[in-house]
């Protein structure tokens, strides 16, 4: 089976603050991808980032970066010098093939709160 | 480009009553998926179409439950009757590559 695990309910800093989102995944496939989706207080999902299986180099964005262990199945995700923007609830998710259309299995999510 | 377009945004209809959602995929997107997401289950997958033919719909709660894809540029999730326990916020999403893009969702509130 698979499951994703994000097990910071809530975070809360201080701008200017680097924090890091936690996610811990289960799969028995050898092929699979892994997705960070952000959820703003609007209520859309807005795609962050896609990684596979095969591909452990760490991603970095502007002030967000990844990083992806397969020894430890963990694919967390840092934000450097946190703004109040950055305050959404932020979802780590598993998927076998997407190319294939297959679902996305979503971890609960980590609300991070970011003030001035 | 327009994203996912989902109608209406906001629903309030009384138990009993049949809700029906709507969702406009992107254009040249092959495949269309139905989410529901609630506090206590967080976001999981109701059904999801490849070229307008449902493939998986396990998610799908039970039989008042319904989605049907009569085209590439439209999908309707149905629910009838529906009861308090049915209120949550659903999403539809639709992907061409390799990522899921969401539309804003629709909250229902069944009162």
């Known amino acids: 089976a698979q499951k994703v695990t994000q097990a910071q309910t809530e975070i809360s800093v201080v701008e200017k603050e680097d924090v890091t989102l936690d996610c811990v995944y289960e799969t028995r496939d050898t092929t699979y991808y892994l997705f960070w989706y952000k959820q703003p207080p609007s209520g859309e999902l807005v795609f962050l980032i896609r990684r596979n299986s095969f591909d452990e180099q760490n991603e970095i964005s502007g002030r967000y970066s990844w990083n992806f262990q397969k020894s430890t199945s963990s694919f967390n995700f840092t934000i450097t010098a946190s703004q109040v923007v950055d305050s959404a609830v932020y979802f780590c998710?598993?998927?076998?093939?997407?190319?294939?259309?297959?679902?996305?299995?979503f971890g609960k999510g980590t609300t991070l709160s970011v003030s001035s | 480009d327009a994203g996912v377009i989902q109608s209406p945004r906001h629903e309030v209809t009384e138990m009993g009553q049949e809700v029906t959602l709507r969702c406009k995929p992107i254009s040249g997107h092959d495949y269309l998926f139905w989410y529901r997401q609630t506090m206590m289950r967080g976001l999981e997958l109701l059904i999801y179409?490849?070229?307008?033919?449902?493939?998986?719909d396990s998610g799908m709660p039970e039989d008042r439950f319904s989605a049907k894809m009569p085209n590439a540029s439209f999908s309707t999730l149905k629910i009838q009757p529906s009861e308090p326990r049915d209120s949550a916020v659903y999403f539809c999403a639709s992907q061409g590559g390799y990522e899921q893009y969401f539309g804003p969702g629709t909250r229902l509130t069944v009162t």
């Open positions: 179409f490849n070229n307008n033919v449902p493939i998986d």
């Open positions: 998710a598993l998927s076998r093939r997407p190319q294939a259309g297959t679902a996305l299995i």
